[in-house]
């Protein structure tokens, strides 16, 4: 039974917090955010430690690989309209994907963080696995990496209604790119939540950016840090 | 009502039959990126594969779609796990988080603005290029 105890728990706030922003509508009450932070009070007072909540829960993570395999079945399923866009998705990744290196490192230097978190944050808009690759290639830290992969895509989450509706974005396909590229799957399940279309835009963006970002970064930050 | 729960069940089942499926191909995947020893990992590798098993017709839509649009409605349950992760940095977070939150913060809203306002633009300007073009079709046909 206390094997269980932590996927059990995940589920159920996950369930509750989903709920309460049926009901609400609140951006701070992001299921997400609600979840974490019951969860993170449930840890500290019950003195369970992470690893020991992680490796409980672990039957969750472990279904973030087929659910990303599974990304593929709304790429299929929109495939021309996608190919119809290409132009606008090239365009606006290759300037998000510059934009987020070059806006991480000179902000982390403003910020006056020291060297190793300056370069494990670089790569935090793109999606964790291959974030961390990029964080280990940079001599950052991947598992402080994974960490700010999570602040950008709840942030991400966040912002990214705002940003439609202040910028008065209309198409899908920049509303689907917008989340894609900002915050990688957690945007992607954002976007779901919008329309199909937009989704999928967001899953093709996410992946794309993640490449884009994987050849960028390498070369750009050490020019940005000389 | 027992053929109800009966087709229910069978529903259910199928999810967790496919998901067991799309497993198998992000296992596949992984294995192939060892392999390779390229950058990429197995997850992507398996979204290409399942990709184009469905674009050629070796996979049927209906055979994978039930569990995987089920896998995508809740992904947002599979990142809870390592988010907790968090916690293990509470020091660094007690005396930088404001700082490393403020650039996370501005940098994302950044990419967002950038890419969302390049994407709409390029959508609007291909846009009135369509209509012109089609005004000029209906022009020409009614001379």
């Given at each position: 039974m206390l094997m269980w105890m932590g996927l059990v728990m995940t589920v159920v706030f996950y369930w509750g917090g989903k709920t309460l922003y049926k009901k609400v509508r609140f951006v701070l009450l992001n299921p997400m955010i609600t979840c974490l932070i019951a969860l993170i009070v449930v840890l500290l007072c019950t003195h369970m430690s992470y690893s020991t909540y992680f490796?409980?829960?672990?039957?969750?993570t472990d279904m973030l690989n087929p659910a990303t395999v599974a990304l593929a079945i709304p790429l299929y399923r929109h495939f021309d309209v996608l190919k119809r866009h290409i132009a606008e998705f090239l365009l606006s990744l290759a300037c998000g994907?510059?934009?987020?290196?070059?806006?991480?490192?000179?902000?982390?230097?403003?910020m006056r963080l020291s060297g190793s978190i300056a370069l494990s944050v670089a790569p935090r808009s793109v999606t964790t696995p291959i974030?961390?690759?990029?964080?280990?290639?940079?001599?950052?830290?991947?598992?402080?990496?994974?960490?700010f992969v999570i602040i950008t895509g709840l942030s991400g989450v966040i912002l990214g209604p705002l940003i439609i509706r202040v910028c008065r974005i209309q198409s899908s396909v920049a509303k689907g790119t917008l989340f894609g590229m900002g915050c990688h799957g957690l945007g992607t399940a954002r976007a779901f939540e919008i329309g199909q279309m937009e989704g999928t835009c967001a899953s093709l963006s996410m992946v794309t950016a993640a490449f884009i970002t994987l050849a960028l970064a390498p070369v750009l930050v050490p020019l940005l840090r000389a | 009502?027992?053929?109800?729960?009966?087709?229910?069940?069978?529903?259910?089942?199928?999810?967790?039959?496919?998901?067991?499926?799309?497993?198998?191909?992000?296992?596949?995947?992984?294995?192939?990126?060892?392999?390779?020893?390229?950058?990429?990992?197995?997850?992507?590798?398996?979204?290409?594969?399942?990709?184009?098993?469905?674009?050629?017709?070796?996979?049927?839509?209906?055979?994978?779609?039930?569990?995987?649009?089920?896998?995508i409605r809740e992904?947002?349950?599979?990142?809870?796990?390592?988010?907790?992760?968090?916690?293990?940095?509470?020091?660094?977070?007690?005396?930088?988080?404001?700082?490393?939150?403020?650039t996370i913060v501005t940098s994302?809203?950044?990419?967002?603005?950038?890419?969302?306002a390049i994407a709409e633009t390029v959508w609007k300007s291909r846009q009135r290029r369509n209509v012109k073009s089609r005004y000029a079709k209906e022009e020409a046909s009614s001379c």
């Open positions: 490796s409980r829960s672990k039957l969750l994907a510059t934009v987020a290196v070059t806006s991480s490192v000179l902000l982390a230097r403003v974030a961390m690759d990029i964080s280990q290639t940079l001599g950052g830290i991947p598992a402080l990496t994974a960490v | 009502m027992f053929v109800a729960i009966r087709s229910k069940v069978t529903h259910i089942f199928g999810i967790i039959l496919q998901v067991a499926c799309l497993f198998g191909l992000s296992e596949i995947g992984t294995w192939i990126s060892k392999a390779l020893d390229v950058p990429v990992p197995g997850s992507i590798w398996g979204l290409i594969i399942l990709f184009l098993l469905l674009k050629f017709k070796i996979v049927k839509l209906e055979w994978v779609s039930s569990g995987g649009d089920w896998l992904m947002l349950l599979f990142f809870i796990p390592s988010s907790v992760g968090i916690l293990s940095y509470g020091n660094l977070m007690l005396h930088q988080g404001i700082q490393i939150v403020v994302t809203a950044l990419v967002m603005l950038v890419t969302g």
